[in-house]
T-cell receptor, first 117, second 109 residues
Framework: DTAVSQTPKYLVTQMGNDKSIKCEQN?????MYWYKQDSKKFLKIMFS???????INETVPNRFSPKSPDKAHLNLHINSLELGDSAVYFC????????????????FGPGTRLTVT | KNEVEQSPQNLTAQEGEFITINCSYS?????LHWLQQHPGGGIVSLFM???GKKKHGRLIATINIQEKHSSLHITASHPRDSAVYIC???????????FGAGTRLTVKP
């Protein structure tokens, strides 16, 4: 009964490859996020989707493409992987109200450690 | 300069000590979050607050909106509290989070 799940947990791949990380939440939340945690453990928002629509897209190379087939899933596809993409990627979800602007607690997945060699 | 600054970066305490971690931010916010990242890497939300004070067990979080400052206190610290504690803010009309660099806490028995 995991709330936010990610697969795979570890991903080792070579430069130039294309890979995907999957995220699913069973909390009934409207909003999902992708965060990147670099080697210095600093977290940064990459994308946010609300009801399958992109609402936040920080300055992320367009090699990264989020895909939301439904509001319970937000997958991250990465093309032409580079060494600098090595990091831990966290998915999260929350309730969200675009109309009220209220902020809600976020629930994080366990993270996917991506290593590009 | 980061929008969210935490201090200290690293903190070592003896079991039983009272611990304070500080967070200052420079943007208008709708909420401030305290997160805990375990040594295994998982991230758990401890508190979300927009005013005053909240308490869960031995953990207390306070926020002063006028001064743009928050503190996380741990009373009677225990080795199992050893983790990285991360302060994050949600800017106005935005549900994403901007993160501090984290405080690595080690509690020795």
């Amino acid at each position: 009964d995991t709330a936010v799940s990610q697969t795979p947990k570890y991903l080792v791949t070579q430069m130039g490859n294309d890979k995907s990380i999957k995220c699913e939440q069973n909390l009934g939340h409207d909003t999902m996020y992708w965060y990147k945690q670099d080697s210095k453990k600093f977290l940064k928002i990459m994308f946010s989707y609300n009801n399958k629509e992109l609402i936040i897209n920080e300055t992320v190379p367009n090699r990264f493409s989020p895909k939301s087939p439904d509001k319970a899933h937000l997958n991250l596809h990465i093309n032409s992987l580079e060494l600098g993409d090595s990091a831990v990627y966290f998915c999260a979800s929350s309730r969200h109200s675009l109309l009220s602007g209220l902020t809600y607690e976020q629930y994080f997945g366990p993270g996917t450690r991506l290593t590009v060699t | 300069k980061n929008e969210v600054e935490q201090s200290p970066q690293n903190l070592t305490a003896q079991e039983g000590e009272f611990i304070t971690i500080n967070c200052s931010y420079s943007v208008g916010i709708s909420a401030l979050h305290w997160l805990q990242q375990h040594p295994g890497g998982g991230i758990v939300s401890l508190f979300m607050l927009s005013s005053g004070k909240k308490k869960h067990g031995r953990l207390i979080a306070t926020i002063n909106i006028q001064e743009k400052h928050s503190s996380l206190h741990i009373t009677a610290s225990h080795p199992r509290d050893s983790a990285v504690y991360i302060c994050a803010v949600s800017p106005y009309n935005n549900n994403d989070m901007r993160f501090g660099a984290g405080t690595r806490l080690t509690v020795k028995p």
